[in-house]
């Protein structure tokens, strides 16, 4: 509970000494007498001659945010209110629709309209949010806040979840599967009949690709790449194919347990070698002699969620091609984990597979007809890296839009300076560009059988995807210029813009290179040029 007891400015500025020292940020009242000695900032700055007895708000945001004034250990610095007068700033609320213009995507935004979210989108988005930042946005930022104290008491940049490898909390996982999320996330499909989709908000059979594209969009609001990649993004890409072309006696003895997050499974093709080109796979599976098993060796690199998977998705060169197989977690398979830019949350792994022993009847699909497993997956991939791209981009213009209207320099706020205003908006151009094909795309996928989908769309998502990035990179490269020296900090002010900077080129890479999906996009539009036409 927050201090009440009232007090008068006179009374406030009366305790202006280094003995005594008082301030106010918005109409609270601080005693910083005692923490003066442990302020990060230092003394010095406390000390300053419009801070001592004064109303410090303004100087207190133009260096802080708002979150520090609700860690435990600086709310009870506060010893009262300032008589007659209300607190009126807050930071996040959780829940809330941002009122920052432009933080959200128009179809959030009072006052406009959109043909493609009904009033039952919108119910679910409002409880989508609400879920994610109750239960998966304090599990994701007490990671960075460990991050940030370790940092600050160690004066080492390292991570923790660096360091000890831990995924998102048990918890987390456990609620998700509560309200099935994780089936959600696998998209609209036989996979949803009977479960209780948000408590019963959605029925099954009406559950559609915005459903999906909100709790993709919802989220990734979380801010933290690599503990969102550890939500089990293994799981979006490495399920489906079991979904789509596992027998259904693999199905019903390891699909329930996947769903209640209970179990855990990834895609394994790229290769130290072979990156994503599945055609230079060299992790082999061969055939027992009495042909009941196959035997794989090999390895499989940047594998997302493979240190604590049981399951593994594995493309495979056998004797007719390539060949993808599900193989569990058993003798012979390792995995440990690649340090990469982001968290280790994630579970990047290097999986060693020494003469495994599995079962033919794991075959995922025809034997040799792999690249057609691998291909139907690629688009629903794709589009979720977009669905989140989309998104977190909109984080970036939040947080710019509140830097660059809190921070002075020169006495006058950053959003005075045209070159300052330019940089906002070209992001926010690019955001509102990339939100509006997306959704066109996924009203496509709404409309189209999963066949349509694979010819129509193999392109378009392919561009979607590059354009994603390559705006992601741009705006994150803009974001840092703004807040400078803070968008390159680990902590503080600029926290999120590091750790966007840092963490935007595995967007760019997940689900196929931009240069190769935009060549693939380019290759696709070629066959489809009419034969017979001239300039
Ligand atoms: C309730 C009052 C205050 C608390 C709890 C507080 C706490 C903190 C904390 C935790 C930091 C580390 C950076 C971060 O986590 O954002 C910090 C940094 C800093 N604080 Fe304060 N502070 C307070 C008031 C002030 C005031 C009134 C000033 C004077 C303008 C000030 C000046 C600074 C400066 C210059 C830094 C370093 C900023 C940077 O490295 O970017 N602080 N403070």
Sequence with gaps: ???????????????????????????????????????????????????????????????????????????????????????????????????????????????????????GHREFQKVVRMFFDDHVYPDAQASLFLISLW??????????????????????????????????????????KGLKLMNGLVKPEEFDYFHELIVNQEMVRCGARGYGDGLLSGCVIGLPPVLNFGSPELKARIVPDILKGKKFICLAVSEAHAGS?????????????????????????????????????????????FTVILVERSEGLETKPIKTAYSASAGTAYVTFDKVKVPVENTLGEEGGGIFVMLSNFNHERWVLCCCSARSQRLLIDECMK???????????????????????????????????????????????????????????????????????????????????????????GRFIEHYHRAVPFDSLLGGAEDVLADLGVRQAMRGMPKNTRL
Excluded at 158 to 171: A, F, I, V
Excluded at 283 to 304: C, R
Excluded at 427 to 447: D, H, S
């Design 1 to 119: 509970m927050a201090n009440t007891k009232t007090f008068s400015r006179e009374e406030v500025a009366k305790h202006d000494t280094e003995d005594d020292l008082w301030i106010i940020i918005d109409a609270k009242v601080y005693d910083l007498t005692r923490f003066k000695n442990l302020h990060p900032g230092g003394v010095a700055a406390l000390l300053e001659e419009d801070i001592p007895g004064q109303d410090a708000t303004e100087a207190f945001y133009g260096l802080h945010r708002h979150e520090v004034l609700e860690r435990p250990q600086y709310k009870r610095l506060q010893i009262g209110v300032i008589e007659g007068e209300e607190p009126q700033l807050y930071g996040k609320v959780n829940g809330e629709i941002s009122e920052v213009p432009y933080a959200e995507p128009t179809w959030l935004t009072p006052g406009y309209h959109s043909p493609y979210f009904t009033e």
């Design 277 to 321: 080109d599945v055609f230079g796979l060299q992790t082999t599976a061969t055939k027992t002699e009495d042909g009941k098993h196959w035997i794989i060796s090999g390895n499989k690199k940047w594998i997302t969620n493979g240190v604590f998977a049981d399951y593994f998705t594995v493309g495979c060169k056998t004797e007719d091609g």
């Design 151 to 192: 940092a600050y008491l160690t004066s080492h940049t390292l991570q923790l979840r660096e360091l000890d490898g831990k995924r998102p909390s048990q918890e987390v996982f456990d609620k998700m599967a509560e309200v099935n999320l994780h089936a959600m996330r696998m998209g609209p499909g036989k996979h949803l």
């Design 403 to 493: 830097w660059t209207a809190q921070r002075q320099a020169f006495n006058k706020p950053l959003n005075t300076q045209p070159v300052v205003r330019a940089k906002l908006a070209a992001m926010i151009a690019r955001t509102e560009g990339i939100q509006a094909w997306l959704e066109n795309l996924t009203y496509q996928m709404c409309n189209m059988s999963y066949k349509e989908q694979a010819n129509k769309l193999a392109g378009q998502l392919a561009f979607l995807k590059m354009y994603s990035t390559r705006c992601a990179a741009e705006s994150a490269a803009d974001a840092v210029q703004l807040f400078g020296g803070r968008g390159v900090t680990q902590t503080g002010m």
